[in-house]
């Protein structure tokens, strides 16, 4: 956990893309709050585009990864073009 200048604990958080598709190259990207690995060379860049949009939106807000909820986020990654997720138990209606 990265320390506080008070030394106190804060949780950081960071986006992490994972790209399956390959055309035979690694890529990595990263940036303050995330990492982006693998992909094709359109896969990757349309990961890193949204890691990118995602920090505007944030910004915009005036927030940092950390101080938004679940569903704040989600709505922020739903704005860039991003779709959920389904997790097991945990369907929309």
Same mark, same amino acid.
């Given at each position: 956990?990265?320390?506080?200048?008070?030394?106190?604990? *804060?949780? &950081?958080?960071?986006?992490?893309?994972?790209?399956?598709?390959?055309?035979g190259?690694?890529?990595?990207?990263?940036?303050?709050?995330?990492a982006? #690995?693998?992909?094709?060379?359109?896969?990757?860049?349309?990961? #890193?585009?949204?890691?990118?949009?995602?920090?505007?939106?944030?910004?915009? &807000?005036?927030? *940092?990864?950390?101080?938004?909820?679940?569903?704040?986020?989600?709505?922020?990654?739903?704005?860039?073009?991003? &779709?959920? #997720? *389904?997790?097991?138990?945990?369907?929309t209606?």
């Amino acid at each position: 956990m990265a320390k506080t200048p008070a030394g106190k604990n *804060q949780k &950081r958080k960071i986006l992490l893309g994972l790209g399956f598709d390959s055309d035979g190259h690694k890529r990595v990207t990263t940036g303050s709050n995330f990492a982006m #690995v693998g992909g094709s060379e359109e896969t990757h860049e349309v990961m #890193v585009e949204k890691a990118v949009k995602i920090n505007e939106k944030l910004s915009a &807000r005036g927030k *940092q990864l950390e101080e938004v909820s679940r569903e704040e986020f989600d709505d922020i990654a739903h704005e860039v073009g991003l &779709r959920p #997720v *389904q997790r097991p138990g945990h369907g929309t209606n």
